[in-house]
């Protein structure tokens, strides 16, 4: 299969693939994916962590007291070009990504939004729910197609079990960076 993408499952989720790492967005209802055609130059991580003030006879005043972490919440800003991925629809990624913003049917009742795997290949690849989602179309055709866009998006994890601060650690370690002598067309790196 020259000059397709080779994909593999390993450990937690990762994907790896061969050649150039772009960032991936997978529909988990549908099995859907789409890859991220410019990735964008910057990540930003947010999580939040919710304490309760202590106050106690014999106590310093103002301890803090842990109440629980908040689910990671990631924004990001898409960019599309028409004229450098030609092959690729604007509309469809636009509409794919949209339809991560609204619930399933499940026969004759309705479900939440679909689960989405967002893929950022070496750093994270975690279950998460699309927040919230803008859109600006940029440049036009004379028959008013869009040439471009951004896209700001944000998602955010979808945490199921309690997470201590060892298996965050752990979970680092395995995400180690691609090492120097792999080149695309030579094999994969696992």
Not at 58 to 84: A, H
Not at 91 to 106: A, E, G, N, Q, T
Not at 120 to 135: A, D, E, G, N, R
Request: charged share 20%.
């Amino acid at each position: 299969m020259a000059g397709t993408p080779v994909i593999r499952q390993i450990g937690q989720g990762e994907i790896i693939r061969s050649g150039i790492a772009h960032a991936r967005i997978i529909n988990e209802y549908t099995g859907e994916d789409r890859e991220v055609q410019i990735n964008p130059t910057q990540i930003q991580e947010r999580l939040r962590v919710n304490y309760s003030e202590e106050h106690a006879v014999m106590k310093v005043p103002g301890d803090l007291v842990y109440g629980n972490t908040g689910n990671t919440e990631i924004p990001l800003r898409l960019e599309l070009d028409q004229e450098l991925f030609p092959k690729t629809s604007i509309i469809d990624f636009w509409l794919f990504v949209k339809s991560l913003c609204y619930p399933v049917r499940l026969g004759d009742l309705i479900g939440d939004p679909p689960d989405v795997l967002f893929v950022w290949p070496h750093l994270f690849s975690i279950q998460v729910k699309v927040t919230s989602l803008q859109t600006t179309f940029n440049d036009f055709t004379r028959a008013l197609k869009p040439k471009s866009y951004v896209m700001n998006i944000t998602v955010k994890e979808t945490g199921y079990a309690l997470v201590f601060s060892s298996d965050v650690r752990e979970k680092v370690q395995v995400l180690e960076p691609v090492p120097e002598s792999f080149l695309p067309g030579q094999g994969e790196w696992f």
